[in-house]
């Protein structure tokens, strides 16, 4: 399909280790987020790119976390040296620069033991 | 400090019957307001949205109520259907910024 891709669906990793997630947008789009979601929580803002902008990092928790965003196109969300509060579902969405519409992806559970 | 606010965490409705789910906000400069629905294991999809310039959007079974004056929103399900159980999000943004996400109420459609 043509929507927002995410991997991997399930992580499962130990505490102190690095993990990487990717997403996917859908074609065109030049907005991307990435939100966490914590078990019973709600919708937790991480980071946003908008086209060619500094992306906006203010939902970062810690300085252990990071993303990048190649033009347009793949994101990646990185989390370093792993502690048992990170785990949550990451999800990843995606717009157009017109349109306030966001399409998710159907997230990624990450799981530090 | 949270600028989108549902104070309902959950909601039970009989089916047939109206569902109202209710979210405040507190950004006088939020211009776009957006309800999402979330079914476990999957991620969020848009279900209908509000301009700041209008006070109603109605699509389908679903209509969005907005309340400039008092920052309030609503959204009413009419009839509700067994298929509305979900989480239910809403969201602001301000033209192109980050959209911000409140914590989400869940419906439960009771038989």
């Known amino acids: 399909g043509a929507g927002v891709s995410q991997s991997p669906s399930n992580k499962v990793t130990e505490k102190g280790k690095d993990v990487e997630l990717r997403c996917d947008p859908i074609s065109g789009h030049t907005a991307l987020y990435w939100y966490r979601q914590r078990l019973g929580q709600g919708l937790e803002f991480l980071i946003y790119f908008q086209g060619n902008s500094a992306p906006d990092k203010s939902g970062l928790p810690s300085d252990r976390f990071s993303a990048e965003r190649t033009g347009e196109s793949v994101s990646t969300l990185t989390i370093q040296r792993t502690q048992q509060e990170d785990s949550a579902v990451y999800l990843c969405?995606?717009?157009?620069?017109?349109?306030?519409?966001?399409?998710f992806g159907p997230g990624t559970r990450l799981l530090v033991l | 400090d949270q600028q989108v606010k549902q104070n309902s965490p959950s909601l039970s409705v009989q089916e047939g019957r109206i569902s109202i789910l209710n979210c405040d906000y507190t950004?006088?400069?939020?211009?776009?307001f957006l309800w999402y629905k979330k079914y476990p294991a999957e991620g969020p999809t848009f279900l209908i949205s509000i301009s700041s310039i209008k006070d109603k959007n109605e699509d389908g079974r679903f209509t969005v109520f907005l309340n400039k004056s008092a920052k309030h929103l609503s959204l009413h399900i009419v009839p509700s259907q067994p298929g509305d159980s979900a989480v239910y999000f809403c969201?602001?943004?301000?033209?192109?910024?980050?959209?911000?996400f409140g914590k989400g109420t869940r419906l439960h459609i009771l038989p």
């Open positions: 969405a995606s717009r157009t620069g017109q349109a306030e519409t966001q399409y």
């Open positions: 969201a602001s943004s301000f033209r192109d910024d980050k959209i911000i």
């Open positions: 950004n006088s400069m939020f211009d776009y």
